[in-house]
């Protein structure tokens, strides 16, 4: 029953910023921990952010930290990945996903709920 909706990707240029949108219905969210995930072709899919809806914790992968933020909006049941000073390396494809019951993890067996991913890609 739960629905998870990515947007926002696109072409930027290295530097520039971008902001990813992950649509959620079926909730409540306050109930489940929400992560983004990114893998590029022919690479594992790897952890980028994660929280408990509720906004008590808040991850970051080591290579996104300080230049990434996750954040959501209740009123929208909307979650947010703000992406600042983009790198080519940053390319890949976007997912969001929740876990029913999380708070938030990098552990990716853990979430049971995936969007289909939005394209980001980052030129030099």
């Known amino acids: 029953q739960v629905q998870l909706v990515e947007s926002g990707g696109g072409l930027v240029q290295a530097g520039d910023s971008l902001r990813l949108s992950c649509a959620a219905s079926g909730g409540p969210f306050s109930r489940y921990g929400m992560g983004w995930f990114r893998q590029a072709p022919g690479k594992e899919r790897e952890f980028v952010a994660a929280f408990s809806w509720t906004g008590a914790n808040r991850y970051y992968a080591d290579s996104v930290k300080g230049r990434f933020t996750i954040s959501r909006d209740n009123a929208k049941n909307t979650m947010y990945l703000q992406m600042s000073s983009l790198k080519p390396e940053d390319t890949a494809v976007y997912y969001c996903?929740?876990?029913?019951?999380?708070?938030?993890?990098?552990?990716?067996?853990?979430?049971?709920?995936w969007g289909q991913g939005t394209q980001v890609t980052v030129s030099s």
């Open positions: 996903a929740a876990d029913l019951g999380g708070t938030g993890s990098r552990l990716q067996a853990l979430y049971e709920h």
